[in-house]
């Protein structure tokens, strides 16, 4: 149904072995816990900041920083040259690409993010993938769960397409961009270089290089008694 071609260029992905026979992104998903199970071997070659909590499943790569007051819960695998601020938590089964910005009281689970993603502030990506160079505007939220806690379905093409998973947030292509204060409904997919508005609520499927712009009407009347 969709093309990976739509979201992804896999050479910004060290972790293309999780794409292998799929039909549909969202099936590597439920492939990230087995995944970092066999292959995920722990250890510390990034620098800490003071005493950040990290647990003993977890690896981190060269030039990576992770500031006091950050907790990383393995298991964790976390790339070269990334941020990791205070205040973020990543609590198991994450695969940090390289370059990527992992912020101030942002919340990771059971995620993939490619090279050079940028998730700076008060975010939360919950049983999502988030590709190169995708960014998450300051508020920006994916929601993974409905709430009537049925399976997650994809809106897309005039169809319902069922995923089978219970905890599905996103797919976001490669440059994607969700506006600040946007929220994702689970099952939401996003295209390469397409963005959402801040303050928007989406659902379904953006095709790439796509815009979903939300407009408001403003009415904008004298203050009395000031």
């Not at 897309?156 to 996103?170: D, H, P, Q, S, W």
Request: glycine letters at 12%.
């Amino acid at each position: 149904m969709f093309s990976l071609d739509e979201f992804f260029d896999l050479s910004h992905c060290e972790h293309r072995a999780l794409f292998e026979n799929i039909s549909n992104p969202w099936e590597v998903l439920p492939k990230i816990a087995p995944y970092l199970k066999f292959r995920l071997k722990a250890g510390m070659q990034g620098r800490l900041v003071g005493k950040p909590f990290v647990s003993g499943a977890v690896f981190v790569g060269k030039g990576t920083v992770i500031e006091q007051g950050a907790m990383v819960k393995g298991p964790a695998w976390i790339g070269e040259d990334c941020e990791i601020r205070t205040g973020c938590y990543i609590r198991e089964n994450v695969i940090l690409g390289n370059g990527v910005v992992a912020g101030n009281s942002c919340e990771f689970k059971n995620c993939l993010v490619f090279d050079r993603a940028q998730v700076p502030h008060f975010n939360y990506v919950g049983d999502s993938i988030l590709g190169f160079q995708a960014h998450l505007g300051a508020g920006a939220i994916l929601s993974n769960v409905r709430l009537d806690k049925n399976p997650v379905a994809v809106h897309a093409r005039g169809e319902k397409i069922a995923t089978g998973l219970k905890k599905f947030g996103a797919i976001l292509g490669d440059n994607a961009e969700v506006g600040c204060n946007a929220v994702l409904s689970p099952g939401s997919m996003i295209g390469r270089g397409s963005v959402v508005y801040p303050g928007a609520m989406w659902r379904g499927f953006l095709p790439p290089g796509h815009i979903a712009k939300l407009e408001q009407k403003f009415s904008v009347v004298e203050r009395r008694g000031a």
